[in-house]
Nanobody, 124 residues
């Protein structure tokens, strides 16, 4: 099993900053991709940023220049620094990880896991 535990988030005024962190644990062999998605009330979950093991990061247009996604491969963590926050950034943010792990039969298998989600609220 793979567990993703998020921290950070909370309430901030428009224009402010927040930082999210996520740490992956479990029988992980490799973490190929890590990133963040978000889901606002009444909307579909959407990609925010995704980074691969070689450091390539993709940002969705509405966060470019405001959010920075970084990862530490050795620690199995991914962070999201959010600056210049806007009320429409209000959502539940979830960490995502994709890679390979060892299952209970000691077999190498692919996995894709999500964290529980953490709320970010931006007031106007």
């Amino acid at each position: 099993q793979v567990q993703l535990v998020e921290s950070g988030g909370g309430l901030v005024q428009a224009g402010g900053s927040l930082s999210l962190s996520c740490v992956a644990s479990g029988s992980i062999v490799s973490l190929n991709a890590m990133g963040w998605y978000r889901q606002a009330a009444g909307k579909e979950r959407e990609l925010v940023a995704r980074t691969t093991i070689d450091g390539n990061t993709v940002y969705v247009d509405f966060v470019k220049g405001r959010f920075t996604c970084s990862r530490d491969n050795a620690k199995g963590t991914v962070n999201l620094q959010m600056d210049s926050l806007r009320p429409d950034d209000t959502a539940v943010y979830s960490c995502y990880a994709q890679g390979r792990r060892i299952d209970s039969q000691m077999t190498l298998i692919d996995f894709a896991s999500w964290g529980q989600g953490i709320r970010v609220t931006v007031s106007s």
